[in-house]
């Protein structure tokens, strides 16, 4: 077991449905502390960058667009295994996969629009982090 940090990313359709709160109380029961936090609405030029691993895929387009399309909530979790703890309570990536009970199998409509982002791994963590924070900005 090992402290670690993650990015979650609470997407449109998340903030849309009024689900933010809900969400943000699932990661505090499960023991995950929001280090940082902010709700921004993306440029597309920004999702492009925060997604360029995807660059090549068929969905790149739809992606980007929808993530663009409203306001997401961005916070840093820390705890215990927090990437997969994190991936845990979001559920698989297609709602239709995910585990009764998760974010996505709750709240998602399909892949495209599936409510919550958590990063994969340790190294994919920190750049999503930094992506979007400054040290300066991981305040509690
Ligand atoms: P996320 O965990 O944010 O990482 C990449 C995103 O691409 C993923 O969630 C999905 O929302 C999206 N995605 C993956 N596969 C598809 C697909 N087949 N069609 C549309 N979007 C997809």
Redesign the pocket.
């Known amino acids: 077991m090992s402290v670690e940090r993650t990015l979650s990313i609470i997407k449109p359709d998340g903030v849309k449905k009024s689900v933010v709160g809900n969400i943000l109380n699932r990661f505090e029961t499960a023991g995950l502390k929001i280090k940082a936090m902010k709700m921004v609405h993306l440029s597309k030029r920004e999702v492009e960058g925060f997604?360029a691993v995807?660059a090549d895929k068929g969905?790149f387009d739809?992606?980007t667009t929808f993530m663009s399309s409203g306001p997401v909530v961005i916070s840093v979790l820390e705890g215990e295994n927090a990437i997969a703890k994190n991936r845990e309570l979001m559920g698989a990536?297609d709602p239709k996969k995910a585990d009764p009970g998760t974010i996505r199998a709750d709240y998602s409509d399909y892949?495209?629009e599936?409510t919550v982002?958590?990063s994969d791994a340790p190294e994919t963590a920190a750049t999503e982090i930094a992506y979007f924070f400054a040290v300066t900005e991981l305040v509690n």
Do not use: A, D, K, R
Request: glycine residues 18%; aromatic residues 18%; charged residues 10%.
């Open positions: 997604y995807h969905f739809e992606l990536t892949v495209g599936n982002h958590g």
